[in-house]
């Protein structure tokens, strides 16, 4: 296959919806807190195989002379790391040594702490599939290589939004691409196209998630000899590091002294600002999970459907779909919605009655209950045991299964009853408000601290 129709076939396949550059929030000229995330390069092996100063470790060293530094951690940045295992790690948090202290610190407190983070990660999915033969002539399978990219761009995304998720208010700067075999001449083409290629799928991706991308192909090329003076080692030398460190430096150090905007929250039309909804309201939309209407209602008294409540939880959650629903009376929905009912079903958190879901149906306090139950058992793995049910007097004829589900809404102050009456009201239909203070409680107890 030709060189420019593999990239451009490659170009089309991740092709992505462009989102204009990253909006920072500013740090108001406060030292910072930095986190380096990624592989080698965030480590700082350099092109002797050995740790030495990289990237991280000279852009630090910028912001301590700047007197703009809080503290510094490139602890959880690990050599031969690929995307799968950032983001295992991001899920399921771990606990290293800072590299600024030694302490064992957890990623995910350090991350949640972060003003600035960078990352450098993607490189080792692909240059597995890069092989040279015993001429030293670069040989791939470009099936194999579109695979391997394809799943880069997936775990970005993921990456980056579960930072967004923990840490709404740091700004990430995400690591571009280069050439790692400069002196393998036959190749050059082809690998400055593949890393062309990769740098416009992952700064798509970082544009879609408000975040900033930074070249440093153009950079590293420009003197190839002092950066990678090494023509059997993918790594750069320290001068290398300083050179990339320098090409960050300017958008962190704009982000550090910029002073945020102020925020702007909602104002709904409906709800008064005393009333017990509108703090609920105004968070659940500034987590993106819930939206006002066009005219500026929020029409908190309104009810919700099953379709509206699975949206929002897939939402929320962040749930893919791998397999479509066996639900038939879903094909007049938008794909994007019928996407998310799957993702939901597959995840356990919605069943329905097949072969129908019955999407517009009022969605009761109880069923809603036992999505959000499902839901927890889909984050965290395990069921929640209560020592004891809920007080509620009207639940006493439900099944287990539901007491457990709404005994767990309870002791997590979820949900807490309708007013001071004693009872959880299981057949009355979820208002939009309700819906507001169950997926911001859920969404603050359960998920963020996951």
Request: a negative charge; zero cysteines.
């Given at each position: 296959?030709?060189?420019v ?51 991280a ?19 959880f940045?690990?050599p ?76 970005y ?10 840490n ?64 059997q ?30 925020e ?100 009761t306090?109880a ?61 009355g ?22």
């Amino acid at each position: 296959m030709r060189v420019v129709k593999w990239v451009a076939i490659l170009l089309l396949t991740f092709q992505l919806v462009v989102s204009p550059a990253a909006a920072m929030t500013g740090n108001k000229g406060e030292p910072a807190h930095y986190v380096a995330l990624g592989d080698s390069l965030a480590a700082g092996i350099i092109e002797t195989g050995e740790i030495g100063q990289g990237y991280a470790d000279y852009l630090a060293q910028m912001l301590e002379e700047e007197n703009l530094l809080a503290s510094y951690n490139k602890g959880f940045a690990f050599p031969r790391y690929t995307t799968d295992d950032v983001l295992k790690e991001l899920k399921s948090d771990v606990v290293k040594p800072s590299s600024e202290t030694a302490e064992q610190v957890s990623l995910l407190d350090e991350v949640k702490k972060a003003d600035v983070i960078t990352i450098s990660i993607g490189a080792n999915d692909v240059l597995k599939n890069l092989t040279r033969n015993e001429a030293g002539e670069m040989q791939f399978d470009v099936q194999q290589v579109t695979q391997a990219i394809e799943r880069v761009v997936a775990n970005y995304d993921a990456i980056l939004k579960r930072i967004g998720q923990l840490n709404p208010t740091a700004d990430v700067f995400v690591m571009g691409y280069y050439n790692p075999f400069p002196y393998v001449e036959d190749a050059t083409k082809q690998l400055n196209l593949l890393v062309m290629m990769m740098d416009t799928a992952i700064q798509q991706v970082a544009e879609v998630n408000d975040m900033y991308f930074v070249k440093v192909a153009d950079v590293v090329a420009s003197n190839v000899k002092a950066y990678l003076p090494n023509p059997q080692n993918i790594h750069l030398s320290e001068a290398g590091y300083e050179a990339v460190a320098e090409q960050f430096a300017e958008p962190v150090l704009e982000y550090i002294r910029l002073m945020p905007l102020p925020e702007v929250l909602p104002d709904f039309t409906d709800i008064p600002q005393d009333n017990w909804a509108y703090p609920y309201a105004v968070d659940v939309a500034k987590y993106g999970l819930m939206k006002g209407y066009s005219d500026g209602a929020f029409k908190p008294n309104d009810s919700l459907t099953r379709v509206q409540i699975t949206s929002i939880l897939a939402r929320g959650l962040q749930l893919e779909a791998t397999i479509a629903a066996p639900f038939k009376d879903m094909t007049t929905y938008a794909i994007e919605t019928q996407a998310e009912v799957a993702a939901a079903y597959e995840a356990g958190i919605v069943k329905g009655v097949e072969p129908l879901f019955k999407p517009s149906e009022k969605i009761t306090r109880a069923e809603v209950a036992m999505m959000m139950h499902r839901a927890y058992i889909h984050i965290t793995g395990e069921q929640y045991e209560p020592t004891q049910v809920a007080p509620f007097t009207d639940i006493e004829t439900y099944n287990d299964e539901y007491k457990q589900a709404i005994t767990f809404l309870y002791d997590f102050d979820i949900a807490t009853g309708v007013g001071n009456t004693g009872k959880f009201n299981p057949t009355g239909y979820l208002t939009r408000a309700q819906a507001a203070k169950i997926m911001v409680n859920f969404y603050e107890t359960v998920v963020l601290e996951d």
